[in-house]
T-cell receptor
Framework: QKEVEQDPGPLSVPEGAIVSLNCTYSNSAFQYFMWYRQYSRKGPELLMYTYSSGNKEDGRFTAQVDKSSKYISLFIRDSQPSDSATYLCAMSEDNNDMRFGAGTRLTVKP | DSGVTQTPKHLITATGQRVTLRCSPRSGDLSVYWYQQSLDQGLQFLIQYYNGEERAKGNILERFSAQQFPDLHSELNLSSLELGDSALYFC????????????FGPGTRLLVL
């Protein structure tokens, strides 16, 4: 079993839809949780960062962490074609040695 | 543009060879991180340097080594290359020690034939 599991998709949604991306993990010591967006042929860029459990909102993006279920989510509201990318979850125990999910490829169709 | 630069963009080499990948961090950033991204393994953290000193190690093979120079640029050396080393290699940098504030470079695509 991988330490971080993420459905690779691909996921295709119409413009304006709400997108839900998820990761599960096995290491209960993880306490730093991140979501990265990676466009084709580019490096990942940080979207959201959460420490421990709870929700965090930034514009159209909401990150949720449920440590009791070892489950994190990223919601994208009013999705746009420009949101089409691969989304990577990442997590670490002590903000070093970050572990990444496989990435979910998202396509938002106009 | 993240401000992190990596050279070369593409590299094609043969098995058994040695290559050096170079990274220049964003101005003011003291930490440099190296990652490998392949189709089967995904994105994996290799190693971190902070102000010239090795700070954290991930899944870095013994055939791979890195260093950070006084001007803060970093090099990743890959030796005795194998077909399975073909991947995208990313460098990232951050001001301090915290990975969550890192900015990624555009990557070096390595193909081992």
């Amino acid at each position: 079993q991988k330490e971080v599991e993420q459905d690779p998709g691909p996921l295709s949604v119409p413009e304006g839809a709400i997108v839900s991306l998820n990761c599960t993990y096995s290491n209960s010591a993880f306490q730093y949780f991140m979501w990265y967006r990676q466009y084709s042929r580019k490096g990942p860029e940080l979207l959201m960062y959460t420490y421990s459990s709870g929700n965090k909102e930034d514009g159209r993006f909401t990150a949720q962490v449920d440590k009791s279920s070892k489950y994190i989510s990223l919601f994208i509201r009013d999705s746009q074609p420009s949101d089409s990318a691969t989304y990577l979850c990442a997590m670490s125990e002590d903000n070093n040695d970050m572990r990444f999910g496989a990435g979910t490829r998202l396509t938002v169709k106009p | 543009d993240s401000g992190v630069t990596q050279t070369p963009k593409h590299l094609i080499t043969a098995t058994g060879q040695r290559v050096t990948l170079r990274c220049s961090p964003r101005s003011g950033d003291l930490s440099v991180y190296w990652y490998q991204q392949s189709l089967d393994q995904g994105l994996q953290f290799l190693i971190q340097y902070y102000n010239g000193e090795e700070r954290a190690k991930g899944n870095i093979l013994e055939r791979f080594s890195a260093q950070q120079f006084p001007d803060l640029h970093s090099e990743l050396n890959l030796s005795s290359l194998e077909l399975g080393d073909s991947a995208l290699y990313f460098c990232a940098s951050s001001v301090g020690l915290l990975q969550e504030t890192q900015y990624f470079g555009p990557g070096t695509r390595l193909l081992v034939l």
